[in-house]
T-cell receptor
Framework: SAVISQKPSRDICQRGTSLTIQCQVD?????MFWYRQQPGQSLTLIATANQGSEATYESGFVIDKFPISRPNLTFSTLTVSNMSPEDSSIYLC?????????FGSGTQLSVL | SQQGEEDPQALSIQEGENATMNCSYKTSINNLQWYRQNSGRGLVHLIL?????REKHSGRLRVTLDTSKKSSSLLITASRAADTASYFC???????????FGQGTTLQVKP
């Protein structure tokens, strides 16, 4: 199993600004995933972050909008850049230690 | 989109009743998993069933998988108010570690 500390838990941001979300894992993991959950919707994978290489983005997501860092095997950040109200969502980081995913508690982002 | 579908979208039952939710998917899978989400927070893994399994139990949870129909069901028996949450199925394929989540079922259990 893995325990993930994600912060901030929530934030209210102004249009045009950026927010960086941090995830700290209590063990070393190879793959970390960042998901977005829009209001009332399911989870959509933004990107896969592997240590030592650039993140791999899913269709519809680009690095300029969602830059990701993965400096070591226990930590990652996701930045939501130049935010608009359409970015209001819950952002979740997760890790896998095999087949199951373990999730952080999520960041609820509201953009005004 | 490879995202699966779940039904019903919402389910409201009385405590003690059973809750059944269904999931369909579109691609071949290695396994199918069910997750629970309380109040829009982080998801918690409930149960995993492999593609060569047809049924699996864990406590009050029973999961079935029909790969010929590309569908799965989650049964929660003797539901409790604390089971109120959103439930998502998810499937993976290959060795990428990525999971694709269904649309989810919101379950309300009334005391």
């Amino acid at each position: 199993s893995a325990v993930i500390s994600q912060k901030p838990s929530r934030d209210i941001c102004q249009r045009g600004t950026s927010l960086t979300i941090q995830c700290q894992v209590d063990s070393q993991v190879t793959m970390m995933f960042w998901y977005r959950q829009q209001p009332g919707q399911s989870l959509t994978l933004i990107a896969t972050a592997n240590q030592g290489s650039e993140a791999t983005y899913e269709s519809g997501f680009v690095i300029d909008k969602f830059p990701i860092s993965r400096p070591n095997l226990t930590f990652s950040t996701l930045t939501v850049s130049n935010m608009s109200p359409e970015d209001s969502s819950i952002y979740l980081c997760s890790v896998t230690t095999g087949e199951k995913l373990f999730f952080g508690s999520g960041t609820q982002l509201s953009v005004l | 989109s490879q995202q699966g579908e779940e039904d019903p979208q919402a389910l409201s039952i009385q405590e003690g009743e059973n809750a059944t939710m269904n999931c369909s998917y579109k691609t071949s899978i290695n396994n199918l998993q069910w997750y629970r989400q309380n109040s829009g927070r982080g998801l918690v893994h409930l149960i995993l069933i492999r593609s060569n399994e047809r049924e699996k139990h864990s406590g009050r949870l029973r999961v079935t998988l029909d790969t010929s129909k590309k569908s799965s069901s989650l049964l929660i028996t003797a539901s409790r108010a604390a089971d109120t949450a959103s439930y998502f199925c998810a499937h993976g394929s290959g060795n990428t570690g990525k999971l694709i989540f269904g649309q989810g079922t919101t379950l309300q259990v009334k005391p």
